[in-house]
């Protein structure tokens, strides 16, 4: 069986200055995960490292570097898939805890499906998970960015392409055909406190299943949810049978339907690779056995 890894590190109008640290950032996802499936790894096992090393490299708006809501707070969500079993894990609203992605493989192994705020950063103290302080997490460029917002008075729709949403994500196929995809994001600038977007919602911001594919998003969460993005993304692959028209498929949905905005990854239970976006910019990357890493930002012709 092949084995195939594909990332991104969010979809938005990402600004010339920062596509170095993009690209950077998303090669060493790449790697990490890479690593751990050329080692016999488990997809479960190479999400979950890909997703770890975004969370902790600070451009993202993941783990640290994540943005601030309203009241100038962390709220971190994220959720992890298994295609084999579509068992899943999610977290949300979370503030101390430096990778939500491992938290959310706890509760993947729980007799739940979701935890939120303080119950979920309970759970980690009872799985060994340590708390970590919330400003750890936070770094100068976002407490400049929501001070300028609230000077200005604007809404978080007001100027989406604008505002960073590096949510972060990766799909992996392991050498036994299992499908596994994570997505991890400090949300939306700006938001309201106790705001959950798409990103540890099964279905819409990712999606596992061995027998079509898998699927992470990024994006304007509130749209994606209407449309289940990503259970629609790796719904299509079975479909129409190839994952790049599937993901163009599920993203002119978005926004044809809800008017959305954002960006979607997949792979197909063969490990094809499959990306779309109508933001300027998205953050992706990929790897199939075989081939070389490639990795890009601007829109895919």
Known sequence: MTISLIVH??????????VAEHREGVERGIAAGWAVLEAGGSALDAVEAAVRVLED???????TGSVLNSDGNIEMDAAIMDGQT???????????IKNPISLARHVLDSDVVLLVGQGAERFAEGVGIPRCQAEELIVERERIR???????????QDAFMGQPHDTVGAVALDQHGNIAAAT???????????RVGDSPLIGAGL??????????STGWGESIIKVLLAKTATDAIDRFGDPMIAARHAVDLLHRR????????????????????????????YRVQGGETVVGIDPVV
């Open 258 to 285: 809800v008017g959305g905005y954002g960006g979607i990854i997949l792979l197909g239970s063969d490990g094809t690779p499959g990306l779309a976006f109508n933001t300027p910019r998205m953050a992706y990357g």
């Open 146 to 156: 929501w001070a300028k917002i609230k000077a200005s008075g604007a809404r978080t």
């Open 86 to 96: 579509l068992r899943s894990g999610g977290v949300a609203a979370i503030s101390r």
């Open 207 to 216: 999606y596992a299943d061995n027998q079509t594919g898998g699927g992470s």
């Open 9 to 18: 590190g969010g979809a938005w109008e990402i600004p010339d200055a920062e």
């Open 57 to 63: 490299a600070p451009i993202f708006d993941a783990g």
């Open 184 to 194: 991890s994001t400090g949300g939306t600038p700006n938001k309201m406190p106790g």
